[in-house]
């Protein structure tokens, strides 16, 4: 998703929406969308329909269901592999839980999510593939290897990931219709007007910038958006904020609160890593950049993930604490304003 934060979901799945045509004789779905979609296997379809993700008029079907005339088909397919080599590496792995489907993982800072743009190596892929080298049915060449959703670079905290198709066609269906539950803490510049509230705008490319995203409050380029926060701590010139993301764009936190005029602490790609805040006192000043150096990132963690597990159907929810340098910077800062509201 991304992700994120986590990065935009439908780069990891497609949906698509057919109406069946009024002369359509009886024909099984899995033939029909053989038909349909180009490029895309019957085990394909299959794994969707195994899934939950081929829905009629709303309602999931097998594979053997005859379409009918005016029905409506969706279904919702993770990507394809890309054909790139995986190299598994030894590359250790914060598991938090783990069973015959799926993992749960707490990514540190530093670590790329997905291959790609110069990171081929030393990935969470990477590690996964190493991890899960004598299971099966993971698809270890798959560029993608069970990710249906991703964080940043530099930003810590929780991930899923599917270690079958089956699983990651369902876990994928939950991100695509918003019900996956997942929320952030960051440590933003200033103190927004509203202790809680609503960030909404569409984000897309930057024009200026394709590596950055964008705000486009009109709606005219790139994709909904909708984060819910609420400040959880009032340090003066920061403050600390719970997130709640609806949609799942790229960089989707970031940017919305640079959007709002607060960005992320130290965020170096959407301007947090200049002193927006505060004096111009030397001691003020040499205080925050101290703090830069012991978080040399984005102040962003993904903390908590609830989901329907994807074969069992039952609720599985996972917390991760503030990683140390989230947890220092913050105590420094209520240090720091203790001093000052004392003298």
Not at 15 to 40: A, S
Not at 95 to 119: F, Q, R, S, T
Not at 207 to 223: A, I, Y
Not at 249 to 260: A, G, L, Y
Request: positive net charge.
């Amino acid at each position: 998703m991304g992700e994120e934060e986590m990065h935009e979901p439908q780069e990891l799945y497609e949906h698509h929406r057919f109406v069946v045509d009024p002369g359509q004789k009886l024909l099984r779905i899995d033939k029909y969308l053989m038909n349909k979609l180009e490029n895309v296997s019957r085990t394909r379809i299959q794994n969707a329909a195994t899934a939950g993700n081929i829905l009629v008029d709303g309602r999931p079907v097998k594979p053997s269901y005859r379409v009918k005339p005016g029905e409506v088909i969706t279904i919702v397919l993770p990507h394809p592999p890309r054909v790139v080599e995986i190299i598994p590496q030894d590359i250790p792995l914060d598991i938090v839980y783990e069973d015959d489907d799926l993992l749960v993982v707490n990514k540190p800072a530093g670590m790329v999510v997905h291959p790609g743009y110069g990171n081929y190596s030393g990935t969470l892929v990477n590690a996964l593939a190493w991890h899960l080298k004598d299971d099966p049915r993971f698809h270890s060449g798959d560029l993608r290897a069970g990710l249906v959703h991703r964080i940043d670079k530099n930003t810590t905290g929780l991930l899923v990931v599917a270690k079958h198709e089956v699983a990651q066609s369902a876990l994928a269906r939950q991100f695509f219709f918003h019900t996956i539950r997942r929320r952030y803490t960051a440590i933003v510049w200033g103190v927004p007007p509203e202790k809680e509230g609503t960030i909404t705008g569409h984000i897309g490319r930057n024009p200026r910038d394709r590596t950055k995203m964008h705000v486009f409050p009109d709606g005219s380029q790139g994709k909904e958006a909708i984060t819910h926060y609420r400040v959880v701590e009032d340090l003066g010139y920061v403050s600390v904020v719970d997130c709640h993301l609806e949609t799942g764009r790229t960089h989707q936190i970031r940017v919305h609160f640079k959007h709002i005029g607060h960005p992320l602490f130290n965020d170096t790609e959407y301007g947090g890593d200049h002193i927006l805040r505060g004096t111009t006192f030397s001691k003020y000043q040499q205080f925050v950049r101290n703090c830069f150096k012991l978080l040399p990132r984005q102040a962003l963690h993904a903390r908590s993930l609830a989901f329907e597990h994807p074969v069992t159907g039952k609720t599985l929810s996972f917390e991760a604490p503030l990683p140390d340098d989230m947890q220092q910077v913050i105590g420094k800062w209520r240090t720091y304003l203790t001093g000052r509201t004392q003298t």
